[in-house]
């Protein structure tokens, strides 16, 4: 791939250097061009010279003439006034005569040299003239040639500016996409090697599964062998009775035709009523209105069988409708099981055979038309035309009958026709119905052309127009629905023809159709199998999922067992804390009545005291008394008090408080420090056990998320193989577009090429043009200068 975008890559750079040539060409060309329309311009301003010099020759010239003729004029009035002296004076000399005449021959000469003076002044009068009229006519010539040449430079200018900046903008583009298909072929290559090792990995998986797949036919082939007993492929009719392998698409598509076959035989139903009806609606106006005078024997049997036409067009569409409803896509459509298809043969044999018991009727019936004494020639030919259209369209439906009847002889009789030979029915099914279409056609055109023929007839009524309209619509309506049946026909008679053959594998004979319904039984019962092995079964957890889940239920359960434990001990700690809390309120009552007394008692003692000293000795004995009892009422509530105290610690002790070893002995100091360490270890081992369950029900959560996770990244792994397969099916689609996109370009540059060759071409031509101009222009200039 990388070789190939290299050589499309020197490709364009070689048109590159071809179009920077050509873009050359073309600057050197315009260059050129420049200095030839300024070296034009050069001349042109040399010609304006050489005119002004002409003009200035020609006045100075003219001045010179206007002299010259005033002396001619003063000579010519000096010789009539000599000649007239002369003539007076010719009697008085006589004598002087030799002079005079001197005189005159003098004056003869200066008479014929002022002559030649004047025939040459107008010669040059004339050629001046010339000249100038030419030289006008020229610069005239050079002028609108100069113009020319201008405004062909201009376009040319033009063109090559326009063909500069679109070749720049051309180039730029091919750079801009060159750096995008370098940078996409680094990107492919990348994807390349990916795809490579992709397909060595799956070249593995395939060995692999060539291998294991090698294997299990092995084993399969073994286990048929030792456990298969009888294979009834072998035999006929056994393999008769085996179910087919199903195809689904063969069953859709069979369904799928046959209800377009019974739309279109609606149709050609619909049609076929309605032609038989206003047919019979003709016998009774035509040739004989029956409202005014009773019609012909003939005419009112052919309306009476008209008439039951309904008894044998309607089974038609009831048969092949349950035809249709007989193809499921649980069955088998086939010839030998398709049992419906012979109803459908027997009601269109009973109305081909109604066809050919009313057709010497229509015969009679179009005969008495002839007979009539309106009847035309034209109209008599008519009649006999349609004669033979109706007797070749039922001569078709006889054919048609045949073959049908041939298709439907599988599904009641083994081996009644070949298998080789279906194909062969089914095409020239297919070639009657195109023959019925073509005759029903002509049919229609001949009723037409009858139709308009007996317009013309005086005694024709309205209601006889109606009815041969009505009439003229449903053979139109007949014929579209038979040209459309052969058209469907032929358009599935592959689908017809490859549907022939169908049975069991290993079967290589046509199914019995005896044999056929049992086949069906056996394949419902097959599918009812399959179906109830392919029940969707109830979700199991597994094993792995399953031991990760009683460990954690073991260990909940553990943990629980624990936590009733530890809530057990808070509720006893509770209720401990409890009934100390109420000790202590009792305790702080206690104490608030004991400090009211303490007051009371401290208040007196001071009243007592404040009084002894202002009293006798005996009051202050009285008051030592006094306060040597008080003191001794102190000391043994203190001891009381301090026992209690002693209790309480040992209540607190429970709480981890050391009592104190002054009110203790040493079993009891003993047993309080072990009660204490024991106490702490237990709390240590709680603390320890609740960390542990703590960490576990944070690891089974960490557990549970990474399982969400690996779910996610499973999810995001399928997404993102579809967006590789997108990005697969878009790097293609891009190849695709860039080929196209390629090759417009190589396209829109050998035009550009074949378009810059004519303009070098043309601009060759052009300088050609220019230099011959030049050419004749210099010639031009020196007869001018010779002139």
Known sequence: MAADLQAKYSKLAQEYSKLRAQNQVLKKAVVDEQASSASLKDQLKQRDQSLRKVEQEMDSLSFRNQQLAKRVELLQEELAASEAKGKKGKLH??????????????QSVFDEDL???????????????????????????????????????????????????????????????????????QTLEREAKECRMRTEECQQQLRRCQSELNRQVKQSSSVIQEKVP?????????????????????????????????????????????????????????????????????????????????????????????????????????????????????????????????????????????????????????????????????????????YINLLALPSVQQDAMPQSSTSAVFTQLAACLHSLHDAIKEMSKHYNQKATLEQELPTVT??????????????????NSTGKIATFFSNNLDFFTSSTGYGPRGG?????????????????????????????????VPYREALSNRRILTSSTESREGLTQQVQQSQEKIARLEQEKEHWLLEAQLGKVRLEKENQRI????????????????????????????????ETEQRATGKEATLCTSLVGMLCTTPTVEHMGDEESREQLIKTHYMARVGELTTQLQISDSKAVHFHSECRALAKRLAIAEKSRETLSEEVKLANQNITRLQDELATTKRSYEDQLSMM???????????????????????????????????
Request: glycine share 4%; with cysteine.
């Open 93 to 106: 000399q006589t004598k002087g005569d030799s002079p005079s005449q001197q005189g005159l021959q003098t």
């Open 115 to 185: 002559q030649k003076k004047i025939q040459e002044n107008e010669r040059l009068h004339i050629q001046f003239y010339e000249a100038d009229e030419q030289h006008r006519r020229q610069e005239a010539q050079l002028k609108a040639r100069l113009d020319e040449l201008e405004k062909d430079s201009e376009q040319h200018q033009a063109v090559v500016d326009g063909l500069t900046t679109k070749y720049m903008e051309t180039i730029e583009r091919l750079q801009s996409d060159k750096a995008r298909l370098e940078v996409k072929a």
């Open 230 to 402: 009888f294979n009834d492929t072998k035999f006929g009719d056994y393999n008769s009775l085996n179910v087919p392998p199903h195809n689904r698409r063969h069953q859709l598509k069979a369904r799928d035709v046959a209800g377009q076959a019974v739309g279109f035989v609606q149709d050609l139903v619909a049609a076929l009523l309605n032609f038989h009806s206003y047919t019979e609606q003709r016998v009774h106006i035509y040739p004989l209105d029956s409202s005014i005078e009773p019609v012909s024997p003939l005419n009112q049997k052919f309306s009476q069988y008209l008439h039951e036409n309904a008894a044998y067009v309607r089974p038609l569409e009831d048969s092949l409708q349950q035809l249709h409803q007989s193809i499921t896509e649980d069955t088998v459509t086939v010839l030998e099981t398709v049992g419906k298809l012979r109803n459908f043969a027997e009601n269109f044999s009973s109305y081909t055979h109604f066809l050919q018991k009313i057709l010497p009727y229509q015969l009679k019936s179009l005969e008495e038309e002839c007979e009539t004494p309106l009847c035309t020639t034209a109209l008599a030919v008519k009649n006999q035309e349609l004669q033979s259209d109706m007797k070749r369209v039922t001569s078709m439906f006889e054919k048609l009958q045949n």
């Open 462 to 479: 309205q209601k006889l127009r109606t009815t041969t309209e009505c009439l003229l619509g449903s053979l139109g309506s007949l014929t």
């Open 508 to 540: 290589t004979v046509a199914l019995n159709p005896l044999q056929a319904e049992s086949m069906l039984a056996n394949k419902k019962k097959a599918a009812a199998y399959i179906h109830a092995i392919r029940k969707p079964r109830p979700q199991s």
């Open 603 to 634: 208040a007196d003692l001071e009243a007592q005291l404040a009084a002894a000293l202002g009293g006798s000795p005996t009051a202050h004995t009285a008051l030592a008394s006094t306060l040597i009892h008080s003191q001794e009422d102190a």
């Open 753 to 787: 090429s074949d378009h810059l060759c004519s303009m070098n071409e043309t601009l060759s031509k052009q300088r050609e043009e220019i230099d011959t101009l030049k050419l004749g222009s210099k010639g031009n200039a020196k007869k001018n200068k010779g002139r």
